[in-house]
């Protein structure tokens, strides 16, 4: 997972860098993570139905993407910004150009909030092409 965090380059290491669809009650849900040693992007499509573009709304809580600054020392102290937040409208989107068996292309951005401190972070230029790693 490649992206701009405000602006900073962000690139996920390959051996933390995944994706995973499970089916349960006729429903898809498909996970994407990409993790360096301080920071992680994480993206949920619950509803997720193959290749398109699926709007990140306040209007859909069943679709989020978060970036998260870990704390390994202290856990508890690990920030998260989520999208989409409350009274957020649209804030982004994350498409799916390319699926197959064992792989996930495409490209996201969007913009979230942390609710400690209501800050946010805008993550854009985000593309991915990921393993899908199901059990």
């Given at each position: 997972i490649t992206a701009k965090i405000n602006g900073?380059?962000?690139t996920s290491l390959e051996m933390t860098s995944f994706a995973n669809t499970t089916t349960g009650g006729g429903q898809?849900?498909?996970v994407m993570q990409?993790?360096?040693q301080s920071q992680a992007i994480n993206m949920i499509i619950n509803g997720y139905d193959g290749i398109g573009t699926y709007e990140l709304s306040d209007s859909n809580v069943f679709i989020s993407a978060s970036y998260i600054e870990p704390n390994v020392n202290d856990p508890l102290n690990s920030q998260t910004w989520n999208a989409?937040?409350?009274d957020s409208g649209v804030?982004?989107?994350i498409k799916i150009a390319e699926q197959s068996d064992t792989t996930i292309?495409?490209?996201?951005?969007f913009t979230c909030k942390n609710v400690n401190d209501g800050s946010t972070k805008?993550?854009?230029d985000g593309s991915f092409n990921l393993e899908i790693m199901n059990n």
């Open positions: 900073s380059s962000f898809t849900t498909l990409g993790n360096t989409p937040f409350q804030v982004g989107e292309k495409g490209t996201f951005h805008n993550i854009t």
